[in-house]
């Protein structure tokens, strides 16, 4: 069994965030990066798996040089091996290009992949697309927002899948894509044990030249969503000190509410 | 440095704070208070490996260098120098069993020391000796097949929550600092009598006392290294123990200037943020200055050692400079508190607290400045 998990490095949400003017995308060149939170679920997912099934494991991400870090964390969480996209020509893609070169990657590097895992959205652009999209170029179906694998045999996986309403168990033929959603592991650090061989392990770059992309398919060129416009959403929140009894305050609840329902 | 080396150092820095955030810090103000030894805390640290880091592979630990022992320590002082200063006495009884012990008692205690399994403590400081450490009345008399211990050993760090215990005692009394031995006692010895806990104005989380040896026998091999050697090992050891407070320094530092620039940037005194006033800029500047200078000293401390040179007159420097400044930013940060600072709700009282055992334990201020100050002028 073969798992590839991709993993975006974002900014680390519990500090500064600046927006470029100019792009209207996130400003990333000052900020402290962390690996996507959902990508961690889905490290985690693959971890388990490698354990449970032996299965061989490589994680893959797309982005300047730095996202290296990235994956020497994913080195030292116990993934076997690590894939760099880096290329100048892919700066600027959209998740239309970069749902091309990822595959793309994938085809390449692991040519007979049993199971793509990604986080269900990165918690910087959210939007969702890039495991539904390698999916789609891959030509594999694709299952969203799972939590837990609990078999896999016979060339199927049986997934558990949040829905809007609860949760679903889904039956799905491999390969296949699964973005992952919220599971129920510990925080899985690293062991002080596996920093030094990770630290000194060798990952692999791939470039434009090396998946054999078309200039005009990547990039900036490649991509045609613009963001048009961006506005901050306005918090106004008024407090209502409410005093008397608990029969009192509960009227004086009620009429509130029934008066902000009115308004809106 | 190579890169492999700076990706490590990285790695380990932000695996470190990952787990302080999650593990440790929800729990460092309740360590503070209750002065309870944190079980679990050890417990998941020892789960993480964070026992061995500079410890070789064969033994059970990371196999890294000086600079993965700083950055744990720096980033644990950060939210609990009592932690910190855990691990540091740990670390303190490991090196010279790790060092100079022989094989076989490597090979009976190496391993469940760098994973933590079990705690050590180091037993040099005694009720009657502190800084003249050459002058303790500790004693081991040599008989046939054992040694017999005798005397009393205060401000252990680890003392009454430890496995083993590295004590240094007086195996010839007339060789001064040339009869000084250092001996494994395990915790189970009858002759071992674990004493009172103190109750410390800081590193109140850290488990500190004082145990006394009586007619405690030891067998022949628990001499660790060669007989009449032992106070050289322990200035040795002493050097890593520096090496180690410089970096709690500096993770006190750190959190001193964090929560004093965050406190400075939100608090309005006449119409703007206390952070716009020169006054309150003059301390955030020499905290910044302060640890610019101490990370300076550290990391070059560290290289040498790291080189395998002699360390002893920088650490000393280093010991002295980052303590005081240590005690200063936590001051600083009070008074930019102002009322708040001396309240406990706050943290940075905890700080100074914290901080001020700094500038006295493992070689106080004042013994280091005659060490630099004689160095100096011979």
């Given at each position: 069994?073969?798992?590839?998990?991709?993993?975006?490095?974002?900014?680390d949400?519990?500090?500064?965030?600046?927006?470029?003017?100019?792009?209207?995308?996130?400003?990333?060149r000052?900020?402290?990066?962390?690996i996507?939170?959902?990508?961690?679920?889905?490290?985690?997912?693959?971890?388990?798996?490698?354990q449970?099934?032996?299965?061989?494991?490589?994680?893959?991400?797309?982005?300047?040089?730095?996202?290296?870090?990235?994956?020497?964390?994913?080195?030292?969480?116990?993934?076997d091996?690590?894939?760099?996209?880096?290329d100048?020509?892919?700066?600027?893609?959209?998740?239309?290009?970069?749902?091309?070169?990822?595959?793309?990657?994938?085809?390449?590097?692991?040519?007979?992949?049993?199971?793509?895992?990604?986080?269900?959205?990165?918690?910087?652009?959210?939007?969702?697309?890039?495991?539904?999209?390698?999916?789609?170029?891959?030509?594999?179906?694709?299952?969203?927002?799972?939590?837990?694998?609990?078999?896999?045999?016979?060339?199927?996986?049986?997934?558990?899948?949040?829905?809007?309403?609860?949760?679903q168990?889904?039956?799905?033929?491999?390969?296949?894509?699964?973005?992952?959603?919220?599971?129920?592991?510990?925080?899985?650090?690293?062991?002080?044990?596996?920093i030094?061989?990770?630290?000194?392990?060798?990952?692999e770059?791939?470039?434009?030249?090396?998946?054999?992309?078309?200039?005009?398919?990547?990039?900036?060129?490649?991509s045609?969503?613009?963001?048009?416009?961006?506005?901050?959403?306005?918090?106004?929140?008024?407090?209502?000190?409410?005093?008397?009894?608990?029969?009192?305050?509960?009227?004086?609840?009620?009429?509130l509410?029934?008066?902000?329902?009115?308004?809106? | 440095?190579?890169?492999?080396?700076?990706?490590?150092?990285?790695?380990?820095?932000?695996?470190?704070?990952?787990?302080?955030?999650?593990?440790?810090?929800?729990?460092?103000?309740?360590?503070?208070?209750?002065?309870?030894?944190?079980?679990?805390?050890?417990?998941?640290?020892?789960?993480?490996?964070?026992?061995?880091?500079?410890?070789?592979?064969?033994?059970?630990?990371?196999?890294?260098?000086?600079?993965?022992?700083?950055i744990?320590?720096?980033?644990?002082?950060?939210s609990?120098?009592?932690?910190?200063?855990?691990?540091?006495?740990?670390?303190?009884?490991?090196?010279?069993?790790?060092?100079?012990?022989?094989?076989?008692?490597k090979?009976?205690?190496?391993?469940?020391?760098?994973?933590?399994?079990?705690?050590?403590?180091?037993?040099?400081?005694e009720?009657?000796?502190?800084?003249?450490?050459?002058?303790?009345?500790?004693?081991?008399?040599k008989?046939?097949?054992?040694?017999?211990?005798?005397?009393?050993?205060?401000?252990?760090?680890?003392?009454?929550?430890?496995?083993?215990?590295?004590?240094?005692?007086?195996?010839?009394?007339?060789?001064?600092?040339?009869?000084?031995?250092?001996?494994?006692?395990?915790?189970?010895?009858?002759?071992?009598?674990?004493?009172?806990?103190?109750?410390?104005?800081?590193?109140?989380?850290?488990?500190?006392?004082?145990?006394?040896?009586?007619?405690?026998?030891?067998?022949?091999?628990?001499?660790?290294?060669?007989?009449?050697?032992?106070?050289?090992?322990a200035?040795?050891?002493?050097?890593?123990?520096?090496?180690?407070?410089?970096?709690?320094?500096i993770?006190?530092?750190?959190?001193?200037?964090e929560?004093?620039?965050a406190?400075?940037?939100?608090?309005?005194?006449?119409?703007k943020?206390?952070?716009?006033?020169?006054?309150?800029?003059?301390?955030i500047?020499?905290?910044?200055?302060?640890?610019?200078?101490s990370?300076?000293?550290?990391?070059?401390?560290?290289a040498?050692?790291?080189?395998?040179?002699?360390?002893?007159?920088?650490?000393?420097?280093?010991?002295?400079?980052?303590?005081?400044?240590?005690?200063?930013?936590?001051?600083d940060?009070?008074?930019?508190?102002?009322?708040?600072?001396?309240?406990?709700?706050?943290?940075?009282?905890?700080?100074?607290?914290?901080?001020?055992?700094?500038?006295?334990?493992?070689?106080?201020?004042?013994?280091?400045?005659m060490?630099?100050?004689?160095n100096?002028?011979?």
């Open positions: 069994m073969k798992i590839v998990v991709l993993v975006k490095q974002v900014p949400l519990s500090g500064d965030i600046k927006i470029d003017p100019k792009t209207k995308n996130l400003d990333r000052d900020s402290s990066v962390v996507n939170p959902y990508d961690l679920q889905a490290l985690t997912l693959a971890l388990q798996l490698k449970q099934f032996n299965a061989e494991t490589c994680a893959i991400s797309m982005g300047p040089q730095k996202a290296e870090m990235a994956l020497y964390e994913c080195l030292a969480m116990g993934i091996e690590a894939v760099l996209i880096s100048r020509a892919f700066v600027g893609s959209d998740t239309l290009a970069t749902t091309l070169i990822i595959a793309q990657a994938i085809r390449k590097k692991i040519p007979d992949v049993t199971m793509i895992l990604c986080g269900k959205h990165a918690v910087d652009a959210e939007t969702g697309i890039v495991g539904p999209g390698v999916a789609e170029r891959m030509g594999l179906p694709c299952v969203s927002n799972v939590c837990e694998c609990p078999e896999i045999k016979n060339g199927k996986a049986r997934v558990r899948r949040q829905s809007d309403t609860g949760y168990t889904v039956s799905c033929a491999l390969p296949a894509v699964f973005t992952i959603a919220e599971t129920s592991s510990e925080p899985n650090y690293i062991h002080m044990n596996n030094k061989k990770a630290s000194n392990a060798h990952i770059t791939m470039t434009l030249a090396s998946l054999q992309l078309e200039r005009s398919k990547v990039g900036i060129e490649g045609p969503t613009v963001v048009g416009s961006l506005n901050l959403v306005e918090m106004n929140k008024e407090t209502v000190m409410l005093t008397g009894d608990q029969k009192e305050a509960a009227c004086r609840i009620a009429a509410l029934q008066k902000t329902a009115k308004g809106v | 440095m190579n890169q492999p080396e700076c990706i490590q150092n990285e790695l380990l820095r932000k695996t470190v704070r990952q787990f302080i955030e999650n593990e440790i810090e929800p729990h460092a103000k309740e360590m503070d208070l209750t002065g309870e030894f944190p079980w679990q805390v050890i417990k998941k640290m020892a789960k993480l490996g964070m026992f061995g880091v500079a410890i070789d592979e064969s033994w059970g630990g990371a196999g890294m260098n000086a600079d993965a022992e700083v744990v320590l720096e980033e644990l002082a950060r609990s120098a009592s932690v910190a200063l855990t691990l540091d006495a740990h670390n303190l009884a490991l090196y010279p069993i790790y060092h100079h012990a022989d094989e076989a008692l090979k009976r205690v190496m391993k469940s020391l760098a994973t933590g399994e079990k705690l050590c403590a180091f037993g040099l400081t009720p009657g000796c502190g800084s003249d450490a050459a002058n303790i009345q500790c004693t081991a008399v008989k046939q097949d054992h040694y017999v211990l005798n005397g009393q050993k205060a401000w252990l760090t680890n003392f009454s929550v430890s496995d083993y215990y590295v004590i240094a005692a007086k195996t010839d009394r007339s060789a001064g600092a040339r009869g000084v031995s250092l001996f494994l006692v395990e915790r189970d010895n009858p002759g071992l009598h674990i004493g009172q806990e103190e109750d410390k104005f800081g590193m109140r989380g850290s488990n500190t006392g004082e145990i006394t040896l009586e007619n405690c026998e030891i067998p022949l091999e628990n001499l660790i290294g060669i007989e009449n050697k032992g106070f050289a090992y200035m040795e050891t002493l050097d890593i123990g520096r090496m180690a407070i410089g970096a709690i320094a993770g006190i530092i750190v959190r001193a200037l929560e004093a620039k406190y400075a940037q939100q608090r309005a005194a006449f119409g943020p206390i952070a716009k006033y020169q006054a309150v800029q003059f301390m500047a020499d905290m910044e200055i302060n640890l610019f200078a990370r300076t000293m550290l990391r070059n401390v560290v040498k050692r790291n080189r395998g040179e002699n360390i002893t007159q920088d650490v000393a420097k280093l010991k002295v400079f980052s303590s005081e400044a240590a005690t200063k930013a936590a001051l940060a009070i008074q930019i508190f102002g009322g708040n600072g001396y309240s406990k709700e706050y943290p940075v009282e905890r700080l100074m607290r914290d901080a001020k055992l700094l500038e006295i334990g493992e070689g106080t201020t004042q013994i280091l400045r060490l630099i100050g004689a100096t002028l011979r």
